[in-house]
């Protein structure tokens, strides 16, 4: 495709190829309030600055809406609707393209290129919406199966609701960071000895602290409360995805989590990946999901049957004393259900989702039993009886203090042409010593 | 007390006497943009036009922040802290004390009073704050033993966890409305016969919809993330209290929550009254909740024992052909745990509180097996198999369309100096058909 050859320096192996244009939110030093921006190889293409200098003068359609690059929050540019992001996607491919019909847009105009493409390096990334209200799914199945042979064994594993319905619940959205953030250990409740007859809890820093491979989608539009979103305008609900990283506090969580779910072991912090990487982007990567050998209801049935992603997912692992690993390979495919699908489902009660709300995939493991394939560490070390390898004689069932987990993804598999996440990464704090 | 008489004619039987002083956010349809009022007998005073009008003149400390009066919501307002809600309804009280030392103010400037005091019933009111995160505890004890008993017999039915810890879960806060909304019966899948070894769930409208008579606490304080609120300074981020009604579809709910909780079941609405009673207006009714057996953790350990409240509340239910009945009375003291008992464990991960958060109590229902000391239908009909009598030869197991529930509730019984909330209403509407 010529049009993804770009005047601009890219970088061959750059997640942010002219094939993806990911949006995020940026402030730098000289410029600290935090704005709209674009990826684009090494650079943030600053679109306030953009906007200011009249960069979007070929896109009449955009014009009344131009504000929306000068706020600190994604929110009010997703409000615009895909038609608008598919527009302002393609303009600016075109701007960059070698071949670009708007060359006194940028290519030419040395000046411009100087105050709108910002080294990443110098770049703060904030937090890219204003999150109303954040909903974690858990339509990994072998995630869930995985957990469930721990919890209840291997028959009961996946319980009778699963395939019928994308199970889910509502998550705490103030405590949601943006890559690079430090997660503190939380202290809470935990029972030191599960299997003792008479329960009583400790208070303890959290002894088996997890991170899980997710995927997170943010929706873009709005719909009124009462009226559901039918499974084929689902897809127009979907601004994009980042990559996401739900810390999980497994010994709180087990003491909690009966009869409502998980709450305190979920609710300290959860990290995503900066640049969100439009629906319009994913759309030549997306692909079957896990097949589901059960007859589901009509409002959950989708036309197309190529609707989760093919991410290439990675997690790595890197201790306090510089030990790496590379803890988990897998591919986001391993989805029993798709984005358009929890959308269809949360809605169907009449739940009003708002621009900014933001839908976690759940845990993605692979299909096999292999360590390396598990989005967890509770799979991976089989609820703390084995151990994961990490480089330097390491080797960890939970994280420590100081560890740092970062998960990348990126799809296909061309030079030039990826289209990826960058990185979503969070270092381990040590708990607060807490007096009473 | 002689401060509390007012020149303003206050009915004697109001909720929102002197000695209350509740704040919520109106229009009007001369001035159709939310702002901050007070209520006081059958009056808002809309503190936007008297502030515009110097009515804070004799109260320099708030004057730096007066444009909080003006916001569509009271969460600025809230966010400048307890002392300042304290001396604002202070100030309020003695603007219409009968012996007012600012007689000018109000008293004697019938203009200003043309202005600013507005008869609820030309009123408009609307959700008191923007929601950031709304979590539901399920504090009420009795409730949580009489719907365990149900699904897990007598012996089972509190968890271990239960009287260790306040368990809550995150809840749908884009959903919660104002009293007055419609509530729409939601639709999602049910098993019509929960019994048979099959489980096939069927595409369906709520058949078992409920109610919740909860009372709901807003945040004033924000705490960083990864820093507890300590249990001594919880009541600092307790800006008020407001009566709400948890919708809840029971069929929905018995087939989708396990293993992560509610969802569907609860995401379609939640109802508040609109006038937020402050945590000062309610300090005098202030006793002692329910005696917990257990030697609970230092962190949750209150120095006062008086720390729930004693609220008169009341639900009533008229059908669509107008018939009425008084289905519950009991009182907000049956609650194991306290809003700050709530606050401290909810924080204790370094989880992030905001302003404008919202925490649920728990439905509330009394210590007898009496039917009209049950806060939710599910208790009453016993799960579906007894009938609730209403008027007129009428009878309820769950909600039916055209219901209309009102949940009411007050502090003291002292005519002139009462401590209401007024009434939280909603009315079910039927459910959507929908077509696939």
Known sequence: MSTLRSWFSIPRDSHFSLANIPFGIISTAASPTPRVAVAIGDHAVDLDAFTANNGFQALSIIQPHQTVFSQPSLNAFAALGRPMHTVVRKYIQSVFSADTPYP??????????????VPLEHVTSHLPFKIGD?????????????????????????QP??????????????SIVVSGTPIRRPNGQVLLDPSAEKKIPTFSPCRMLDMELELGAFICKANTQ????????APDSLFGVVLMNDWSAR??????????????????????????????????????????????LPYLQEKDNKSVYDIQLQVDLKTQSGNTATITKTSARHLLWSFPQMIAHHTITGCNLQSGDLLGSGTISGSTT?????????????????????????????LEDGDEVTISGVCGGDEGMLVGFGTCVGKIEPALTLSF
């Open 226 to 233: 009462g009226e559901p979103v039918a499974i084929g305008e």
């Open 251 to 296: 010994d709180v969580q087990a003491w909690e989590y009966v009869p409502l779910g998980p709450f305190n072991s979920k609710n300290f912090g959860t990290t995503i990946s900066p640049w969100v990487v439009l629906a319009d982007a994913l759309e030549p990567f997306k692909t079957q999901g896990l097949e589901n050998d059960t007859e589901i």
């Open 370 to 398: 292999a360590q390396s394939e598990m989005g967890s560490l509770l799979e991976q070390s089989a609820g703390g009886k084995k151990t994961v390898k990490i480089a330097g004689g390491e080797e960890r069932r939970f």
């Open 161 to 174: 609701n699963y395939k019928y319905l994308p199970v889910g619940y509502h998550g705490r959205a103030s």
């Open 134 to 158: 954040y909903t974690d799914f858990y339509a990994g199945l072998h995630h869930a199966y995985n957990c469930g042979v721990m919890f209840r064994g291997s028959s009961g594993a996946i």
């Open 104 to 117: 006194d847009v940028l290519k030419n105009n040395a000046s411009l290129q100087a105050q709108v493409l």
